[in-house]
Each structure stands twice: as C-alpha cells, then as structure tokens.
C-alpha cells in the first residue's frame, strides 16, 4: 500500500445538545437586543481592542450563542469598553450591557 503522507482527522462537528446555552438564554432576558443580533461583524470591524487584541465581540457572541464557554472570561478582559460597537450596530443591540452581564456572570 502507498502512503500519500494523507490523514484522516477527527470530527469537528459540534453537538449543541451537550452544551450549557442557558447563559445565552438569561442574557436575552436581561438585554432583549440580544436576540436582534444577526452577527453582521460591525462590531468587529470597528473595535479598537481588535486591533491590539484578537478580541471580537461577534466571536464571543457566536460562543455564548453555541454554549461554549471555555476561555470566554479571558477573551472578555481584552475588552476596552470604548462603546464603539454600540455605535455602530445597525440593529441597536447594546453590546458593552452585554460585556458587563457577561463580566459579571463570569466574576461570580
């Protein structure tokens, strides 16, 4: 038999039935804008942390979201809290509340 120097690698497919999203789920209750996010990347592209940092709101969001909550507190401390994610979110979702209750949530 060849070998082609190929391999075969795990499955990356995540199983959302075994993730905890009940954190996601409290901060929709808490901050109802929330739920309007439809992960466009405005907040992205326009956050100073992000260009010092791999620091991205849409990123966290999107693990919150999934229920993946490993490293989520460190990637939270690189953010600066400047506001200019609120100011640019064509749908008025208010990130920095969102930071803080995540902050928070993950302080306790």
């Known amino acids: 038999m060849i070998n082609w120097g ?3 690698n795990k499955d990356s497919s995540i199983d959302y039935d075994k993730n905890d999203r009940s954190l996601f789920c409290s901060l929709v209750k808490k901050e109802p ?3 309007i996010c439809m992960a466009c990347g405005e907040c992205a592209a326009t956050c100073s942390a ?3 940092t791999t620091f991205s709101f849409r990123k ?3 693990l919150v979201q999934r229920g993946e909550l490993n490293g989520l507190e460190k990637e939270i401390s690189k953010c600066m809290f400047c506001g200019k994610c609120t ?3 064509p749908r008025g979702v208010n990130t920095r509340h969102i930071l803080s209750l995540l902050r928070d949530h993950l302080i306790k």
Do not use: E
């Open 33 to 35: 804008t929330l739920g």
């Open 6 to 8: 190929y391999t075969i």
């Open 87 to 89: 100011l640019v979110c």
């Open 50 to 52: 992000s260009q010092f």
């Open 60 to 62: 966290t969001i999107l």
